[in-house]
């Protein structure tokens, strides 16, 4: 059975880092991709960034990549998601997911959902 859990979300302030990780277990492919995506209130989910099991590739949402990185242990089956200098426009529930194969940036390619962590960044 396929788990994935999301730690770290909190509440901090504009301008605070903040570091999400998610845990997972029951994954047996290795050509997996991992992704966090976000859902603020009244919005649809959106892509944050994806990296491959091993490390390569990797990708951020346009808008994200000079703030966000990714990052994962294969030996500790964790994928990371590292936020600096927060804006309250970040403020959303942070998923993590996880798919067999390529590279994808859509939601709905993924099969496999962690609960969500919430982070709320006040200004």
């Known amino acids: 059975q396929v788990q994935l859990v999301e730690s770290g979300g909190g509440v901090v302030r504009a301008g605070d880092s903040l570091r999400l990780s998610c845990a997972t277990s029951?994954?047996?492919?290795?050509?997996?991709?991992m992704g966090w995506f976000r859902q603020a209130p009244g919005k649809e989910r959106e892509f944050v960034a994806a990296?491959?099991?091993?490390?390569?590739?990797?990708r951020y949402a346009d808008s994200l990549e000079d703030r966000f990185g990714i990052s994962g242990s294969s030996a500790n089956a964790t994928v990371n998601l590292q936020m600096s200098r927060l804006r309250p426009e970040d403020t959303a529930v942070y998923y993590c997911?996880?798919?067999?194969?390529?590279?994808?940036?859509?939601?709905?390619?993924?099969?496999?959902w962690g609960q969500g962590t919430q982070v709320t960044v006040s200004s």
């Open positions: 997911a996880a798919r067999k194969g390529d590279m994808s940036t859509r939601a709905d390619d993924y099969p496999y």
């Open positions: 990296r491959a099991w091993f490390g390569v590739p990797t």
């Open positions: 029951g994954l047996t492919f290795r050509d997996r991709i």
